[in-house]
């Protein structure tokens, strides 16, 4: 149990791609599972581990440190024994450290492709369409095709899907979320297209992905 309730790699995996709204619902997924199974007993140690889980993994992973975010996040105030006061600190956390990622899209020198890339990452659960992310940045979206695939070296459809698949490969780690909730989860409301569209990137199915044992090394090569 301890080591269930201390791993929060999926977590901070999303956090550290910028997937804020994917990383917020499995917290409350695993927020609402650990109080289903221990009660409230263990809660405060969810939430602490939690906190410091994402400031070592984006220290490790991108060598950066955000001590100033994980500090403050030390000082918030929560009822242990309140789900809604369990869920509003977690959220809090989490988007923390969203808030500080700039490095996210610090390789991109264009301002409107930066604020593109954000977007499409924040909100990689959604259905992101071109439409939406041009008028977002305020471009035309002939001109704003072009500049995305000069700076990303994909179009912005491939870039998006990309990012999903990416996305589902954390979800598919986690052993809570089915198939077709990782689907959905990622912004897929065809579960047949996101399989195809997973085998076509990542090799093999999301099913063969989910139950093979070393899926962590994946994750690292292909991420």
Same mark, same amino acid.
């Given at each position: 149990?301890?080591? &269930? /309730? %201390?791993?929060? +790699?999926?977590?901070?995996? =999303?956090?550290?791609?910028?997937?804020? &709204?994917?990383? %917020?619902?499995?917290?409350?997924?695993?927020?609402?599972?650990?109080?289903?199974?221990?009660?409230?007993?263990?809660? @405060?140690?969810?939430?602490?581990?939690?906190?410091?889980?994402? *400031?070592?993994?984006?220290?490790?992973?991108? #060598?950066?440190? %955000?001590?100033?975010?994980?500090?403050?996040?030390?000082?918030?105030?929560?009822?242990?024994?309140? =789900?809604?006061? !369990?869920? !509003?600190?977690?959220?809090? /956390?989490?988007?923390?450290?969203? *808030?500080?990622? @700039?490095? %996210?899209?610090?390789?991109?020198?264009?301002?409107?492709?930066?604020?593109?890339?954000?977007?499409?990452?924040?909100?990689?659960?959604?259905?992101?369409? +071109?439409?939406?992310?041009?008028?977002?940045?305020?471009?035309?979206?002939?001109?704003?095709?072009?500049?995305?695939?000069?700076?990303?070296?994909?179009?912005?459809?491939?870039?998006?899907?990309?990012?999903?698949?990416?996305?589902?490969?954390?979800?598919?780690?986690?052993?809570?979320?089915?198939?077709?909730?990782?689907? =959905?989860?990622? #912004?897929? &409301?065809?579960?047949?297209?996101?399989?195809?569209?997973?085998?076509?990137?990542?090799?093999?199915?999301?099913?063969? *992905?989910?139950?093979?044992?070393?899926?962590?090394?994946? !994750?690292?090569?292909?991420?």
């Amino acid at each position: 149990m301890e080591k &269930n /309730i %201390l791993n929060h +790699l999926h977590i901070c995996s =999303l956090v550290y791609c910028g997937n804020t &709204n994917l990383a %917020l619902k499995l917290f409350d997924k695993n927020l609402k599972y650990l109080i289903d199974t221990t009660g409230f007993e263990h809660c @405060d140690i969810f939430i602490s581990s939690l906190n410091f889980s994402i *400031y070592n993994y984006i220290l490790v992973k991108g #060598g950066i440190s %955000l001590h100033k975010c994980c500090f403050k996040n030390t000082k918030e105030d929560f009822d242990r024994y309140n =789900l809604s006061s !369990l869920l !509003l600190t977690g959220h809090k /956390i989490i988007n923390s450290y969203s *808030y500080c990622k @700039d490095y %996210l899209g610090e390789k991109y020198p264009h301002p409107e492709i930066r604020k593109a890339i954000y977007y499409i990452h924040k909100h990689i659960d959604e259905n992101i369409s +071109l439409n939406d992310i041009c008028s977002i940045v305020n471009m035309n979206k002939t001109y704003f095709c072009r500049v995305f695939k000069n700076y990303t070296n994909c179009t912005f459809s491939e870039y998006v899907n990309l990012r999903k698949i990416t996305a589902a490969k954390h979800l598919l780690l986690d052993p809570q979320f089915s198939l077709v909730e990782v689907s =959905l989860c990622c #912004g897929f &409301n065809n579960y047949s297209y996101f399989c195809r569209l997973f085998k076509k990137v990542i090799g093999i199915t999301p099913l063969e *992905y989910k139950n093979m044992k070393n899926k962590t090394k994946i !994750l690292d090569i292909k991420n």
